[in-house]
Structures are given as structure tokens and as C-alpha cells.
């Protein structure tokens, strides 16, 4: 947990101390390719948390994601077509979808903490 921290405090620090400005062509580009890592990132979550996170599918995925993205995007700007907002549209509701079953399965972990709390007092007040 130290090294994730430590890491995102790297990050944001390079990334506040180093200026650097992407061309505006790239923008879709990266919107894109950052929105299907964070749908990656997020499903490899949830799938952790319901005990089903094998990581050949978390990198796979990512990275098929990641190309999916922007193969989208090019041949959207090969065409003169704003195909991108597609994928944004997609991963951008894969993304709250996965958050909405993080949550609901975060609360549920507590309900059932509080359940057996709860049947540990009550079980002991009988004997």
C-alpha cells in the first residue's frame, strides 16, 4: 500500500514540476486511451474484489483496450468522422457501471461485517 501511495505522490509531483504540453491533435487520442485504461483499471478492480481478478486478462485487456481506443480514433480521423466520442461514450459508462458494482459490493462486505458483529453479540448475551 506504501509503494501506491509513494507512487501516485511521484506522479502528481513529475507531473506538477515538469510541464509538458501535448499537441492538440493528440487530445482525442489520449482522452481516449486514458478513459479504456481507467475502464481496465476499474473492471480489474471489481474483479478483485468479487475474487475473480486473474491479471492475463487485466493486461490483456488493457492493452487491447488501449489499441481498440485508438485504432478507433484514427480511422475516425481518417474519415473526417468524430468516431472517437464512440469509445468515450463506451468506456465512460463501463466505467461508472463498474464503480456502481464496487460500491455496492464494498457496502455489502460491511452489512455483513456488522452482521456477524451483530450475531456475536447477540450469541453471547444467550449463553
Same mark, same amino acid.
Given at each position: 500500500m506504501l509503494l501506491i501511495i509513494l507512487g501516485l505522490i511521484l506522479g502528481l509531483l513529475m507531473g506538477y514540476l515538469l510541464p509538458y504540453q501535448f499537441p492538440v491533435a493528440a487530445a482525442k487520442y489520449i482522452s481516449v486511451a486514458f478513459l479504456a485504461g481507467l475502464d481496465s483499471v476499474i473492471? !480489474?478492480?471489481r474483479a478483485g474484489l468479487e475474487n475473480k481478478f486473474?491479471? !492475463?486478462i487485466f493486461f490483456s485487456g488493457f492493452f487491447v483496450n488501449l489499441l481498440l481506443a485508438a485504432g478507433i480514433t484514427w480511422v475516425g480521423d481518417m474519415l473526417g468522422v468524430e468516431i472517437y466520442q464512440a469509445a468515450v461514450v463506451t468506456f465512460g459508462v463501463r466505467?461508472?457501471?463498474n464503480l456502481g458494482y464496487i460500491r455496492r459490493d464494498l457496502l455489502?462486505?460491511?452489512?455483513d461485517k456488522?452482521?456477524?458483529s451483530l450475531e456475536f453479540l447477540t450469541d453471547n448475551r444467550k449463553g
Open positions: 473492471g !480489474g478492480t486473474r491479471f !492475463g466505467v461508472f457501471i455489502n462486505q460491511n452489512k456488522e452482521k456477524s
